[in-house]
């Protein structure tokens, strides 16, 4: 597609529910990027694929977070058994190379009640 | 570990007000540092990279510079529709590593 596209646009889950976000990349582009941006804050790292390899999970704040890319096409981020400080906007950018500027879809707004 | 620190925080200018956000950072070598713009509700969206000393890149009303400690963008008589965030982002050269950014600048211009 013409952007990066990222599905639901919001969602609310219920403490301790499990949840998945979904980002579609640009066609062609290579490396894929997980970021976290609690509110009034920059985008904190989450995970790097190139391709299908998860190249760089180390930004993952537990192991209650899970990403994949099992085509090298497509990601999903699962959060399980959610917790109130998983509340954030989650961004997906994708980039043709490991350099130069990322494109960002317009994010998942989770909200953990 | 890399640093990215933006100032102000928030600023508010009158339209056609001239102005400069700074973004201070820290890395272990710069393969490059970029600006973005964000709206509210939306995603960043890429404004420049400059990859070394002395560089320079316009578009529009905005340029950025960038020296050995920092980068400027300088936004010249602003416009209402300029007000946004505006995020720097740092990148270490070595291997795929990801971009660094900053807590951003929350821009308002008033009409």
């Given at each position: 597609g013409a952007g990066v596209s990222q599905s639901p646009r919001y969602k609310v889950a219920k403490r301790g529910q499990d949840v998945a976000l979904r980002c579609d990349p640009i066609s062609g582009h290579v490396s894929l990027?997980?970021?976290?941006?609690a509110l009034g804050q920059g985008p904190e790292f989450?995970?790097?694929f190139q391709n299908e390899a998860q190249l760089d999970k180390s930004g993952l704040p537990s192991d209650r977070f899970f990403a994949e890319r099992p085509e090298g096409s497509v990601s999903t981020l699962k959060i399980q058994r959610t917790q109130?400080?998983?509340s954030a906007v989650y961004l997906c950018a994708s980039t043709i190379q490991t350099s130069g500027g990322y494109?960002?879809?317009?994010?998942?707004?989770?909200?953990?009640v | 570990e890399d640093q990215v620190?933006?100032?102000?925080?928030?600023?508010?200018l009158q339209e056609g007000e001239s102005s400069s956000l700074n973004c201070s950072y820290?890395?272990?070598g710069l393969r490059g540092l970029f600006w973005y713009r964000q709206d509210p509700g939306k995603g960043p969206e890429f404004l420049f990279t400059l990859y070394s000393a002395g560089e320079e890149k316009e578009k529009e009303r905005l340029k950025a510079t960038l020296t050995k400690k920092e980068s400027f963008l300088h936004i010249t008589a602003p416009?209402?529709?300029?007000s946004a965030t505006y995020l720097c982002a740092v990148q270490a050269p070595s291997g795929n590593t990801p971009l660094v950014f900053g807590k951003g600048t929350r821009l308002s211009v008033i009409a």
């Open positions: 990027f997980w970021y976290q941006q989450l995970t790097y109130q400080e998983d494109t960002f879809g317009s994010g998942t707004r989770l909200t953990v | 620190t933006q100032s102000p925080e928030a600023l508010r820290t890395v272990s416009k209402p529709e300029d």
